[in-house]
């Protein structure tokens, strides 16, 4: 064979190579599971872990931990159970965007002697896609406390983010967040959270928030709306089984 036939049969197959719907194209790298995991858990499956709260006071009077606790359990494919509540997927298509809302229990002690007090929760939430390595969030959420004499006090929350994928093993969302008190006191306030998701090991992840709150200085949201909290971290781990 010639050289001149020898180069053309190569450059033959180089051609069918690179024009062929078999050829091996570069390979993505693969996106962190936060970016496209389902706004509710699997059927029977669980997500739990321990929690670390770093809380730092408005008054002043310093940082405060608490420990926290994480729950999610799948009734089925779009329903889990969340701490003293639910949560329901009821929207999701094929190009990513999902929608959920939930309800719960936020919690309920005596605020006094004579007068006890409940608060209920209830949220819409919602996630789409906006590139291959970013996802939108969304959040309308009320935060609701009746108290035994038939007061009561309202907070509601509208929050958006962005969640990036910083290829397999590590996620970053930034959210903003706007609330407002009304029923006893009419107030506002603005909160920024950056959270960290690192998948450290198949079915962990591992998480690290911080919040800062800008409040407003009257007594409304001190007392009603997100307790006075100036700045807050949270450190937690959730296992998957």
Known sequence: MSVRRFLVVMAAICAVNLCSPFAVAAEKIPLAGQLAAPLTVPKEQTDMGPGLDF???????????????????????????????????????????????????????????????????????????????????????????????????????????????????LAAEIGYAHQFVWGLQQSNADSVTVTVFWNAAPGAVLTLATTSNYLPKNDSFRF??????????????????
């Open 55 to 169: 809380i730092e006071k408005q008054d002043g009077s310093g940082w405060y931990t608490y420990p926290a606790f994480y729950l999610r359990h799948g009734l089925a494919d779009d329903v889990e159970l969340i701490p003293l509540g639910l949560r329901y997927r009821f929207y999701a298509n094929k190009e990513g965007h999902q929608a959920a809302v939930k309800a719960r229990l936020a919690g309920m002690a005596d605020s006094s002697s004579d007068e006890a007090f409940y608060s209920w929760e209830t949220a819409v939430e919602g996630k789409f896609p906006a590139a291959p390595e970013l996802a939108v969030t969304y959040g309308i959420g009320n935060y609701r406390t009746e108290y035994t004499k038939g007061t009561f006090a309202d907070v509601a929350d509208v929050s958006a983010g962005v969640l990036v994928s910083m290829g397999k093993m």
């Open 224 to 241: 009603y709306g997100i307790g006075g909290i100036s700045q807050a971290y949270t450190l937690g781990v959730m296992w998957q089984f």
